[in-house]
């Protein structure tokens, strides 16, 4: 079975940065794509970032295009990423999520099968 481990949220402040984690398992798929959506409280979730193994292509939402980047370390199986530049508005859980498949654009709810727990960013002013 897939399995995703979603880490490294915390308390920042206003401008600081933070690195979440996402440790993937239980796939052989060739090509797959993993995506970050956030939910922030009395939200909905929104898909924010995305990657795709074919060609590396990586998206983002214009929310967090500048201050934010995805990236991954296919030897240890793991994405990321990088927030900089937080602003209290980035406060939500964030969760990451795998299609088996090579997807573009944005991410969709509706395109991701699998999700890992989520992680508690909360970005104080």
């Known amino acids: 079975d897939v399995q995703l481990q979603a880490s490294g949220g915390g308390l920042v402040q206003a401008g600081g940065s933070l690195r979440l984690s996402c440790a993937a398992s239980g796939f052989t798929f060739d090509d797959y794509s993993i995506a970050w959506f956030r939910q922030a409280p009395g939200k909905e979730r929104e898909g924010i970032s995305c990657i795709s193994s074919g060609d590396g292509s990586s998206y983002y939402a214009d929310s967090v295009k500048g201050r934010f980047t995805i990236s991954s370390d296919n030897a240890k199986n793991t994405v990321y990423l990088q927030m900089n530049s937080l602003k209290p508005p980035d406060t939500a859980v964030y969760y990451c999520?795998?299609?088996?498949?090579?997807?573009?654009?944005?991410?969709?709810?509706?395109?991701?099968?699998?999700w890992g727990q989520g992680t508690l960013v909360t970005v104080s002013s």
């Open positions: 999520a795998i299609t088996m498949g090579v997807v573009a654009g944005i991410p969709s709810l509706l395109e991701y099968d699998y």
